[in-house]
């Protein structure tokens, strides 16, 4: 864990330390870190001057605690999230440093679940549902990275129909 956190902090200051001249890139790609619920890996595809489609990969549970009730019991871990996002984003200054967006997709997650007929063990839960998600991006002059700053939710489908859940995050991309 030491090693992999080290490892994202040298990458970070590295991406940083590029002065590469770049401006908002929205036909291009972007790779970076999102910390919140989920946290992971974050891919950005942008298309044309204003869609783009995201993609974050990581963990779920962590950020709003890992005991939750779900269905007759209750979660007591993180899991693994994966969530997608087809998003819209506009320009909010004239210099177009800083960009608002907003999407819809959906998530997949995994988690322990620990269901009272068990008696203290767990079963797997995987979780599908449908999400949207609204924010922030900001561009810094001349920087190859943007920071970005989002907020959105969660509604599942299965296995608990409309068990709700905030996804809020911040992070940086680096992009290419």
Do not use: C
């Not at 549970?61 to 979660?75: A, E, I, N, V």
């Not at 960009?99 to 997709?105: A, C, I, L, P, V």
């Not at 002059?141 to 509604?155: D, I, R, T």
Request: aromatic share 16%; no cysteine; glycine share 14%.
């Amino acid at each position: 864990m030491k090693k992999t956190f080290l490892l994202i902090a040298l990458t970070v200051a590295g991406w940083l330390s590029v002065t590469n001249v770049a401006k908002a890139q929205y036909n291009n790609w972007s790779v970076g870190f999102r910390l919140g619920e989920p946290s992971g890996l974050n891919i950005r595809k942008y298309f044309g001057s204003n869609h783009a489609f995201d993609l974050n990969v990581g963990t779920y549970g962590g950020l709003y605690g890992t005991r939750r009730s779900y269905r007759t019991g209750q979660y007591r871990s993180v899991g693994l999230s994966i969530q997608g996002h087809y998003l819209w984003h506009k320009s909010l200054t004239s210099n177009e440093s800083l960009r608002g967006y907003y999407g819809f997709g959906g998530q997949i997650n995994t988690r322990r679940y620990y269901p009272p007929r068990l008696n203290g063990e767990f079963e797997n839960a995987l979780s599908l549902g449908a999400s949207g998600i609204g924010g922030l991006e900001i561009f810094p002059a001349n920087k190859p990275y943007s920071f970005f700053l989002e907020g959105g939710g969660y509604v599942e489908l299965l296995q608990a129909p409309f068990f709700l859940s905030l996804n809020t995050g911040l992070g940086i991309r680096y992009n290419f």
